[in-house]
């Protein structure tokens, strides 16, 4: 496999071309951002321009994205795309040493050095669901948005279910109300819409509408278990977005399994979508926590190398996009 990624359109043209010519010199990064938008202190958009991704995206699949030739392979959601436009969209959470390193790197003008993808199995939007709630929760409200987008242009009732901790923190409101029959927000701290949890969003929507034949639910993996508890004794099929750790994205390394009921699989080929009322979520739980250590020390190896170079002012969030 080429370094740049399978199927990573022009870089990987780039990546043939360089080893044919031999010299490894003249590597460009391949992948311009064109725009980015700060949600928050820690969350932020990007927008690539990848034409060869953009037309082969669908909703529920994901890049393993390499920000520079030494750095990380990272996972990350097609939260949107724009056929059209040529480009593909990430939303990102900067929680350690390689996220925290692309929102100080990632900004417009600048280049990502590798994508994979789109990886995964499609979300299934069939046309036999009728009836939808859509839940997205913290970062799982972007990539939520593609599949509530295509319930909907498959003649699905699509309602919205989104949560933030608080009403500054809301994004994309416009966005979802554009394409969603009925919209709920709920907030942690009732700044916003329902004083609660998702949770009480999916009761509430519930309540209003018995004959929803599906829910797909998109957030941290307390917050997806939280929501299969509560569609379990109503019967109503429940989908979730994995997250577990993944190095290689495509099924080799074995280090994103996932038990869901009686069987082992592979998020990354697999999924990531599964039947969340199957998913072992305190496996999940416990996968996840497993390299704490070291991701501290290399977060801190992080932290101090940027002190040194005095990168920190570069990092202040961008405001309202380019
Ligand atoms: C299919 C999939 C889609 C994802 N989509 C998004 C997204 O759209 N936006 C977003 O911000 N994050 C997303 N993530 C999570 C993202 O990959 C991790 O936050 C990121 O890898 C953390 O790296 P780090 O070095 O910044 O933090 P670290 O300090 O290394 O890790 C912080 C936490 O992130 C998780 N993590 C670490 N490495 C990986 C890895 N290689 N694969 C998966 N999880 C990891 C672990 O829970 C870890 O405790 C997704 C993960 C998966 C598996
Ligand atoms: S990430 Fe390696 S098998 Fe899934």
């Given amino acids: 496999m080429s370094d740049r990624g399978v199927a990573s359109g022009r870089g990987e043209d780039l990546?043939?071309?360089?080893?044919q010519n031999g010299s490894g010199k003249g590597v460009t990064a391949s992948f311009p951002i064109l725009t980015r938008t700060d949600f928050s202190k820690s969350t932020f958009l990007i927008e690539i321009e990848h034409p060869v991704m953009a037309k082969a995206a669908k909703p529920g699949q994901f890049v393993i994205v390499m920000l520079h030739d030494l750095g990380e392979r990272i996972p990350l959601t097609i939260a949107?795309?724009?056929?059209?436009?040529?480009?593909i969209t990430l939303v990102v959470q900067a929680v350690g040493k390689s996220t925290r390193e692309m929102q100080l790197l990632c900004r417009p003008g600048r280049e990502i050095?590798?994508?994979?993808?789109?990886?995964?199995?499609?979300?299934?939007?069939?046309?036999?669901?009728?009836?939808?709630?859509c839940v997205g929760g913290g970062l799982g409200i972007a990539p939520i948005y593609p599949q509530a987008r295509a319930f909907k242009e498959a003649?699905?009732?699509?309602?919205?279910?989104?949560g933030f901790r608080s009403s500054n923190l809301m994004f994309w409101e416009e966005k979802f109300r554009a394409i969603c029959d009925d919209f709920i927000i709920?907030?942690?701290d009732g700044s916003a819409g329902i004083h609660g949890l998702v949770?009480?969003?999916?009761?509430?929507?519930?309540?209003?509408?018995?004959?929803?034949?599906?829910?797909?639910?998109?957030?941290?993996?307390v917050m997806m278990r939280a929501c299969t508890e509560t569609t379990r004794p109503y019967g109503i099929k429940t989908m979730v977005s994995l997250n577990p750790i993944m190095v290689d994205g495509t099924?080799?390394?074995?280090?994103?399994?996932v038990k869901v009921g009686d069987a082992i699989k592979f998020a990354c080929v697999d999924g990531p979508d599964f039947d969340g009322h199957q998913v072992d979520f305190d496996d999940l739980f416990t996968r996840l926590q497993r390299y704490r250590p070291e991701e501290a020390a290399a977060m801190k190896r992080y932290s101090d190398s940027c002190r040194r170079l005095a990168l920190a002012p570069d990092a202040a969030p961008i405001e309202g996009g380019k």
């Fill in 15 to 19: 990546s043939v071309a360089n080893r």
């Fill in 80 to 87: 949107d795309f724009d056929r059209e436009k040529g480009t």
């Fill in 113 to 133: 050095y590798a994508m994979l993808g789109p990886l995964g199995i499609p979300s299934d939007i069939s046309s036999k669901t009728k009836k939808v709630i």
């Fill in 155 to 162: 003649g699905a009732h699509v309602i919205g279910v989104l």
């Fill in 186 to 188: 709920c907030t942690d």
């Fill in 199 to 221: 949770t009480q969003g999916i009761e509430a929507a519930i309540r209003e509408n018995p004959d929803v034949d599906e829910v797909v639910a998109i957030g941290p993996p």
């Fill in 251 to 257: 099924g080799m390394c074995g280090g994103c399994r």
